[in-house]
């Protein structure tokens, strides 16, 4: 079949035409959509924390060493650092050529957990942060509505659950937290009884931590099979860490924690980051799809288990939906279809002025 005759024939025109409809649609529908194009991360922060130290100490004991072992990849662009009183911040560009930066992270990584040993005590292990290149799709927070203050230790356990099930939701790639309070079990001794008993603050530490064991306490062995031993004793409780024996009276009665001192369970301080919504303090959520996938329905689903986490929440605590990445992707969408509806009806009005009413004109010449 020649191509004029194929055009000319009505059914298969509109067989053609309905098959490449259908194949565009199809195409458009299953299209990722996300409000920024998804590119190669080639820059990573170096967080190293040392608290109490000076900016010159920082950069002369830890930012230094940081720099000169990440120097040692032969893909790092550029470095650049900032040391402020604490904390040191090193900053990582890739070469351009780089088109897989992942593989040089885990190196860099490794290279990171080499210098651990040459940081002074009291230094926190570097934390290189590479996930962070574009924006989050769903930001929500959890905010104390009771009265009196704030519980940050109850918003933070509601938090974590919040953050786990936004992980365990389909087509999720990484879940953050932010304002999370850390959790620590403190002993204060009454002073009246410790000292009726004799005891003093360096013994009931030393019986503490002889209670946490953590070493193998023996060999099971037998003609076939040799097995290691442990004492089930993780102080991880407030009533564990109140049993622990500290020492025995004159009558035979064994003194523990709790008959000399109380135990309770309290945020650390001080706190190494706070989140602060509308002026009061919080936890927030803050999670990212998969760049294949599309924002509306994956936004959809995570709606899903924020309404369905906040039906399980009680009345004290509130979560708010801070931000929410689909109402930008579909402003940009629609305005991305008016202007293609604008220049397809300037086409049709064009050929509509110069093809419909064009006069037909003919030449007569004569011939002798």
Do not use: C
């Amino acid at each position: 079949m020649k191509l004029i005759d194929a055009i000319t024939n009505t059914r298969l025109l509109l067989l053609v035409t309905a098959l490449l409809i259908v194949s565009g649609l199809a195409a458009f529908t299953s299209l990722p959509r996300a409000e920024d194009p998804i590119i190669s991360n080639r820059f990573a922060n170096v967080t190293t924390s040392f608290p109490g130290a000076s900016a010159d100490r920082l950069e002369t004991l830890v930012t230094e060493v940081v720099e000169n072992k990440l120097r040692e990849l032969s893909e790092v662009k550029l470095l650049t650092s900032s040391s402020r009183p604490g904390v040191s911040i090193v900053t990582i560009e890739l070469k351009d050529e780089v088109t897989e930066p992942e593989p040089i992270w885990s190196k860099a990584r490794d290279k990171l957990s080499d210098i651990e040993p040459l940081l002074p005590v009291g230094t926190a292990p570097p934390d290189l942060d590479s996930d962070h290149t574009y924006a989050f799709t769903v930001i929500s927070s959890l905010t104390w509505e009771g009265a009196g203050e704030p519980d940050i230790l109850t918003l933070g356990r509601y938090g974590k659950e919040l953050a786990k099930r936004l992980r365990t939701l389909s087509g999720t790639e990484f879940v953050d937290e932010y304002g999370m309070p850390k959790e620590e079990i403190q002993v204060n001794l009454r002073t009246a009884d410790t000292a009726a008993f004799g005891a003093s603050s360096i013994q009931i530490g030393d019986s503490l931590r002889g209670a946490d064991a953590k070493n193998s306490a023996g060999q099971l062995v037998s003609q076939f099979s040799r097995f290691g031993l442990e004492i089930e004793s993780e102080l991880d409780s407030i009533e564990r860490i109140k049993q622990v024996p500290l020492l025995v009276a004159k009558n035979g009665h064994i003194i523990r924690v709790e008959d000399i001192a109380t135990v309770s369970r309290s945020q650390k301080t001080p706190e190494s980051e706070v989140a602060i919504i509308d002026g009061h303090p919080g936890v927030i959520i803050a999670a990212r799809m998969e760049p294949e996938l599309r924002v509306d329905q994956w936004t959809a689903r995570a709606k899903t288990v924020i309404n369905q986490f906040e039906r399980d929440l009680p009345s004290n605590i509130k979560v708010t939906l801070l931000f929410d990445q689909q109402g930008y992707t579909t402003t940009r969408l629609v305005d991305l279809g008016k202007s293609l509806l604008i220049g397809f009806s300037l086409i049709l009005i064009v050929l509509f002025v110069t093809l419909a009413y064009a006069q037909p004109y003919s030449l007569r010449l004569p011939f002798h």
